[in-house]
């Protein structure tokens, strides 16, 4: 078998998807993309698929090492982005030619389903509690929430008060075993998130991810000094050496690889495979599309400390096209009970509806990030 083709589709709300084909007539589908650099990911995909145009699809991981470290420079969020998604196309077509999940292929199920959370709020989320009551009526066990808006190195007390009181509402409003996890986003400073974290803790969050950017992780063990609360981070690491620190310094609980960013199902694999000998759990970050997700429940069904998994059905950032619209299957993602089942499909188990996808990048996106700014001007992160 040998890759003949490909194909881009840059979609709404923000996604790109990857197409790749055979002279077997086998394809798969893969999702590479850095949200608000779509372009810049397609352009890498389009220079790395030069060398895989006539390989055969099935030696995942010698394709691997060559994108990797054929390149003199290599990592990063564009190169490994490119590459997360080509890796989940070469795993859906080769469960597409031997017959099975990918799973199957990396050691089979180790659970039936696997809890799942949904977002609640934007980036200044209002009237969260009930939000949050909408989502446990849903059946979900858990949400995800923004903690607070741009925040300088020393900031207002009432932005701390402000985020408590959030955090507040929604335990009072959905009661002490619902879960809940805060993202900072890498907004908030030391300082500061020293002190959210411990007026945070009587509410006893379910994580508290990216309290500070990660570049910044000699500061997360200052921060943990300060709370009992789970520290989560790793949306922005890369490869099974970007957690590498991460894991041997001991400053997180909860490690959250992308993977469409962080090299793909396999290296997810090898990294939560690293975490675990830390005593340290895995929970995928998947704000994306239905490729992504699929991509994590396949790492979900065959990895132990996998605890939770994120999925965009209804985030804020779909407005106009959602989770299952480009899905000929959309049953496959099966909510019940806060949990998904382990789709059972060959390959990632989603079949793609191509004719809208065709459609829909004649439309494209233009999606960018907000740009965020203090009261004095100053850049602030979002």
């Keep these: 078998m040998k890759i003949t083709d490909f194909k881009l589709y840059q979609i709404p709300p923000r996604w790109l998807f990857l197409k790749i084909e055979t002279d077997e007539g086998i394809s798969g589908w893969g999702e590479p993309v850095v949200e608000g650099r779509a372009h810049t990911v397609s352009t890498g995909v389009t220079e790395l698929m030069d060398y895989l145009i006539g390989k055969d699809p099935r030696n995942i991981e010698d394709h691997f090492q060559v ?23 070469l795993w859906d077509i080769k469960g597409k030619y031997y017959n099975m999940p990918v799973y199957e292929m990396l050691g089979g199920a180790a659970r039936d389903n696997i809890r799942v959370y949904s977002w609640i709020g934007g980036d200044r989320p209002q009237e969260v509690g009930a939000t949050a009551k909408e989502k446990a009526d849903a059946g979900f066990t858990a949400i995800k929430m923004n903690g607070t808006e741009e925040m300088d190195y020393i900031d207002s007390y009432s932005k701390v008060d402000a985020a408590v009181e959030r955090v507040a509402a929604i335990r009072e409003t959905v009661g002490n075993d619902f879960g809940i996890g805060i993202d900072f986003h890498g907004r908030v400073h030391k300082a500061m ?190």
């Design 67 to 89: 994108l990797y470290r054929g390149g003199f420079y290599r990592g990063g969020p564009i190169l490994m982005s490119a590459i997360s998604g080509i890796e989940q196309v």
């Design 193 to 382: 998130a020293k002190i959210l974290v411990k007026e945070l803790e009587p509410y006893r969050p379910m994580f508290i991810e990216e309290p500070v950017l990660v570049e910044n992780i000699e500061a997360f063990q200052k921060i943990a000094n300060h709370t009992a609360t789970p520290i989560a981070a790793g949306e922005r690491n890369y490869t099974r050496w970007g957690f590498k620190k991460m894991l041997t310094d001991g400053v997180v609980d909860i490690i959250q690889p992308d993977l469409s960013h962080s090299g793909g199902i396999l290296e997810g694999k090898k990294i939560a495979a690293m975490a675990e000998t830390f005593d340290v759990a895995v929970a995928p970050h998947a704000p994306l599309g239905p490729i992504n997700l699929a991509a994590s429940l396949q790492l979900d069904a065959c990895t132990p400390n996998c605890i939770i998994q994120e999925q965009s059905l209804g985030i804020h950032y779909n407005q106009g096209s959602d989770l299952l619209d480009y899905l000929q299957n959309p049953q496959i993602f099966e909510y019940a009970d806060g949990t998904v089942k382990i789709p059972k499909g060959v390959g990632l188990g989603v079949e793609i509806d191509e004719a809208r996808v065709i459609e829909a990048a004649k439309v494209s996106h233009q999606w960018k990030n907000p740009i965020w700014r203090n009261k004095d001007g100053t850049f602030a992160e979002w």
